[in-house]
């Protein structure tokens, strides 16, 4: 009987790992996908010398089908003004478009309840941070 | 009390499994940045070339503004200080390597180590060019500018888990010719 009742406590703990590593891919596999989308929309914004609102509205998209989150909790930051290309024998750092995106990863560990962590401790923000050089021909 | 040694034995390997997991799922996500991080500075470096021979329809890299361009994205997408070292923020551990192969319509390539010219040799259009560090094969037959970083090691928490050296290349070709 003892061992029977150590068994159940045992494999319960066991249970969670299955449930864990399954997390885990899941949140692998909407990150690579961020990452994938955040990749498009830089090289179109590289092309136009900003992150307009059309591209921030696609990329906003994705993220929200991805991550199945609302608008509002989708993060992006970029640079404000348009960039432009460098002229062909000078670099500067002015035509440098800068970007960065975050969207909450809202579950870490699986039954988190069961180890008594609160959900509000058991999410966190994912950024993608990064810059570009503009190919937009000054005009 | 059998169960529970056997219990407490696969509880330690599962947690292992899943140290593991982890590690490898931030390595594949950092090593297709990386590969980002390649193009964009292939890429940046490409924008600067000799405005004269370009009016006379030759494509001959500016290869001091274009180095500037690359060392500055890499620095910059890789979290890296002046000396190349990653800062706190960044995944990286080791000093970052990279080394650039300008091909272009002068006839000759240079090859930059760091940012420091390291060899010069001329060569022709409709060669096969081999990057040996990182198994990087591409057929050069227009201007191109390739990149290879070597990020040294990735993080992995388990002891006994010895990586080698991450090293990404890509090639960035003008076909305008």
Known sequence: ?139 | MKPLLVGLALIILYSMFIVYQQDNNVFIRQLENLKYVADEAAASGALFFDEAEYSEGRKVYNRTEGNKAIAYMIKNLLRLDNTFTPMADSYWIDTINYDVYYFDDSKIMSKYSNGVLVQEEPFEYGFMFEETKANYIKYIDSPTIIVTINAGKPKFRLSFINPTDVIRSSGYEYLGR
């Open chain 1, 1 to 139: 009987m003892k061992d029977l009742i150590v068994l159940c406590a045992v494999v319960i703990i066991l249970l969670i790992f299955p449930l864990q590593y399954a997390l885990e891919q899941q949140t692998h596999y909407n990150i690579s996908m961020m990452q994938k989308y955040v990749h498009t929309a830089k090289e179109q914004a590289k092309q136009i010398g900003e992150f307009n609102n059309d591209i921030k509205k696609e990329l906003i998209d994705n993220l929200k089908e991805q991550f199945k989150i609302e608008d509002s909790e989708i993060i992006i930051n970029t640079s404000t003004t348009k960039k432009y290309r460098p002229s062909y024998d000078s670099f500067t750092t002015e035509s440098i478009i800068t970007y960065e995106v975050g969207v909450p990863i809202k579950k870490i560990i699986v039954a988190n309840k069961f180890w008594g962590i609160p959900d509000s401790d058991n999410q966190y923000i994912y950024y993608i941070k990064g810059s570009t050089t503009s190919e937009l021909i000054s005009p």
